[in-house]
């Protein structure tokens, strides 16, 4: 996981573009919207929020093994278990992914208003929903890094994925954007909580025949 960090911190232009790819995204919401005339529906702001995350996600954790040469991961291949290393990776971009959604939401609230009735809830549903998408995305990249077109395959593999765990996310978010008393949808978070524990242990047991290969 230090490695992550050591390579992100060298490649600071691959962090500074996630950022413009955030403030630029959220920028064309507010003028397509128009938001200076009037709020947005509390529906189309959380919809548009996750959304915006989902191709940030995307774009930043798609490349965790796909940037990977050949050699260097032959080289880790001595180094460490195939265990060790997924779960380096899984910890690192989730961390990577929720600094990104919590910038995002700082400055998608500043520019597009805040209509979240129940704030700390929204935030436990961010933070679980970075640390399913970034878990997910992981293993998918290490699933396209050994295909051609690579680039291509995380695009079709990943969306199919997604889009069951968003509507989950988005569900739970609607929730804390309504101030809806947190015991009516409980369950929903320990779904979200499933799905995040089924990512991880299915990636941690079958990374290892993956990594043989």
């Given at each position: 996981?230090?490695?992550?960090?050591?390579?992100?911190?060298?490649?600071?232009?691959?962090?500074?573009?996630?950022?413009?790819?955030l403030?630029?995204?959220?920028?064309?919401?507010?003028?397509s919207?128009?938001?200076?005339?009037?709020?947005i529906?509390?529906?189309?702001?959380?919809?548009?929020?996750?959304?915006?995350?989902?191709?940030?996600?995307?774009?930043?954790?798609?490349?965790?093994?796909?940037?990977?040469?050949?050699?260097?991961?032959?080289?880790?291949?001595?180094?460490?278990?195939?265990?060790?290393?997924?779960?380096?990776?899984?910890?690192?971009?989730?961390?990577?992914?929720?600094?990104?959604?919590?910038?995002?939401?700082?400055?998608?609230?500043?520019?597009?208003?805040?209509?979240?009735?129940?704030?700390?809830?929204?935030?436990?549903?961010?933070?679980?929903?970075?640390?399913?998408?970034?878990?997910a995305?992981t293993?998918?990249?290490?699933?396209?890094?050994?295909?051609?077109?690579?680039?291509?395959?995380?695009?079709?593999?990943?969306?199919?994925?997604?889009?069951?765990?968003?509507?989950?996310?988005?569900?739970?978010?609607?929730?804390?954007?309504?101030?809806?008393?947190?015991?009516?949808?409980?369950?929903?978070?320990?779904?979200?909580?499933?799905?995040?524990?089924?990512?991880?242990?299915?990636?941690?047991?079958?990374?290892?025949?993956?990594?043989?290969?």
């Open positions: 996981m230090s490695k992550e960090f050591r390579s992100e911190w060298r490649q600071k232009y691959a962090l500074n573009g996630m950022l413009l790819y403030a630029s995204t959220i920028f064309v919401c507010y003028m919207f128009n938001v200076k005339v009037g709020a529906q509390g529906l189309t702001w959380n919809a548009l929020f996750w959304i915006i995350i989902l191709f940030a996600g995307v774009n930043s954790v798609a490349k965790s093994f796909i940037q990977e040469a050949n050699g260097r991961l032959l080289y880790y291949y001595t180094l460490a278990k195939p265990e060790q290393i997924i779960i380096s990776k899984i910890i690192y971009y989730s961390l990577l992914m929720i600094g990104l959604t919590l910038v995002g939401y700082f400055f998608y609230s500043v520019v597009m208003g805040n209509p979240i009735e129940d704030k700390p809830m929204f935030l436990l549903t961010v933070i679980l929903a970075s640390t399913g998408l970034a878990s995305l293993m998918l990249s290490g699933i396209a890094s050994k295909a051609p077109n690579s680039s291509t395959l995380i695009a079709v593999l990943s969306f199919p994925v997604m889009i069951p765990m968003l509507l989950v996310i988005i569900k739970c978010s609607r929730n804390a954007l309504d101030g809806i008393d947190r015991s009516q949808y409980l369950d929903q978070i320990g779904t979200l909580v499933g799905i995040n524990a089924i990512i991880i242990a299915v990636s941690y047991l079958l990374f290892p025949y993956l990594w043989r290969s």
